[in-house]
């Protein structure tokens, strides 16, 4: 089966500090792989996808992620984290049928 | 652009009461699912459809009806509400196909005493 593990359940930073947000996958075939965020009170945004080509997708608010096959990762990272980062964010990998496994979930605090 | 919208944003309600939350989307969109988020947990799925007239079950089910009789509307009906079932709901609508992303609403608040 299908599974998505975030190893960091609290991440804090200081502002202008680079951050990466580990993700490990496991799934038989192919993943498609998403980030998402979600800030307080709100639902979820997607951030970036990966389902082909090349490995380094870039995604909205300066945010990229590197698919690595072998070590069945997709890490989130960011070079400069502004305080508007502060959120919680969402590994996710899409089995079929508009199903999505979620990981637990990393909280990101930025500090000034 | 309204996208997907939940109602109510908020809810209490009390042991054994049944109630309905609403789902609605306005993008098209041929699948649509329910999730429930609790701390620590990340998101579950609940139920899902991937077309009007067609409901299957996700990963925590018990206690949840749905029904999908327009592509529109993706209600989650709530039998006998239990305090296990306090949490905040999301619906999500997407297009088919696995490289689709989810689209999100705002969520409900469910609290249930």
């Known amino acids: 089966a299908q599974s998505v593990t975030q190893p960091d359940i609290h991440i804090t930073v200081s502002e202008g500090a680079s951050l990466e947000l580990r993700c490990n996958y496991s799934?038989?075939?192919?993943?498609?792989l998403f980030w998402y965020v979600q800030s307080p009170g709100q639902g979820l945004q997607l951030l970036l996808k990966?389902?082909?080509?090349?490995?380094l997708v870039q995604g909205i608010k300066g945010f990229e992620a590197e698919f690595k096959r072998s070590q069945s990762s997709f890490n989130l990272r960011k070079p400069s984290v502004h305080w508007s980062d502060a959120a919680e964010y969402f590994c996710?990998?899409?089995?079929?049928?508009?199903?999505?496994?979620f990981g637990d979930g990393t909280t990101l605090t930025v500090k000034p | 652009n309204a996208g997907v919208t939940q109602t109510p944003k908020f809810q209490v309600l009390k042991t054994g009461q049944s109630m309905t939350l609403q789902c609605a989307q306005d993008?098209?969109?041929?699948?649509m699912s329910w999730y429930r988020q609790d701390p620590g947990m990340g998101l579950r799925l609940i139920h899902y459809?991937?077309?009007?007239?067609?409901?299957d079950q996700g990963e925590v089910p018990n206690g949840y009806n749905v029904s999908r009789s327009t592509t529109e509307d993706f209600p989650l009906r709530l039998l006998s509400a239990a305090p296990s079932q306090t949490s905040v709901y999301f619906c999500?609508?997407?297009?088919?196909?696995?490289?689709?992303?989810?689209?999100f609403g705002q969520g409900t608040r469910l609290t249930v005493v």
């Open positions: 993008m098209n969109h041929e699948y």
């Open positions: 990966y389902f082909s080509g090349d490995t």
């Open positions: 996710a990998v899409n089995t079929n049928a508009g199903k999505s496994t």
């Open positions: 999500a609508s997407s297009l088919p196909g696995r490289a689709a992303e989810a689209f």
């Open positions: 799934y038989g075939a192919t993943p498609y």
């Open positions: 459809s991937v077309g009007a007239g067609i409901t």
